[in-house]
């Protein structure tokens, strides 16, 4: 089969089979149903560490943990789920939400969309221990 061929192939079969997942809507990002939907994502993650509050975003592709260790996020990367333990990381304002800068070469930065509420709240809520959310 002549090389030129085989690559026209490749790329077309690539390019079909990336066009049939984003039709089926399999290339939405994750988002959460409920509270009870963000827990179990951290509990898949963090099992030692179970969450004891909740705080989802306003567009539910975030939320914030509070476990009896500290503070916490799960955040969609794709179509699943990410989480990690908030100590030591640099939070910052930035105008789409807040950019957490995390200690861990895996996830260096996540960049949150929140509204402005939730902007100006999270970052106490971070900080907090045994706060309302």
Request: proline content about 5%; hydrophobic content about 45%.
């Given at each position: 089969?002549?090389?030129?061929?085989?690559?026209?192939?490749?790329?077309?079969?690539?390019?079909?089979?990336?066009?049939?997942?984003?039709?089926?809507?399999?290339?939405?990002?994750?988002?959460?149903d409920?509270?009870?939907?963000?827990?179990?994502?951290?509990?898949?993650?963090c099992?030692?560490?179970?969450?004891?509050?909740?705080?989802l975003?306003?567009?539910?592709?975030?939320?914030?943990?509070?476990?009896?260790?500290?503070?916490?996020?799960?955040?969609?990367?794709?179509?699943?789920?990410?989480?990690?333990?908030?100590s030591?990381?640099?939070?910052?304002?930035?105008?789409a939400?807040?950019?957490?800068?995390?200690?861990?070469?895996?996830?260096?930065?996540?960049?949150?969309?929140?509204?402005?509420?939730?902007?100006?709240?999270?970052?106490?809520l971070?900080?907090?221990?045994?706060?309302?959310?």
């Amino acid at each position: 089969m002549p090389l030129g061929l085989l690559l026209t192939l490749v790329i077309g079969g690539i390019a079909g089979i990336a066009l049939a997942l984003h039709l089926l809507g399999l290339s939405r990002q994750h988002r959460f149903d409920d509270v009870a939907d963000a827990a179990r994502a951290w509990d898949r993650e963090c099992p030692e560490d179970p969450a004891l509050r909740v705080t989802l975003s306003h567009d539910r592709h975030a939320a914030l943990i509070e476990t009896a260790r500290g503070h916490g996020i799960v955040w969609p990367m794709g179509a699943d789920t990410t989480a990690r333990d908030l100590s030591g990381a640099r939070i910052t304002r930035t105008r789409a939400g807040l950019r957490i800068d995390l200690p861990d070469f895996t996830a260096p930065h996540v960049h949150l969309h929140l509204d402005a509420a939730e902007a100006d709240r999270w970052p106490q809520l971070m900080t907090a221990t045994g706060g309302a959310a």
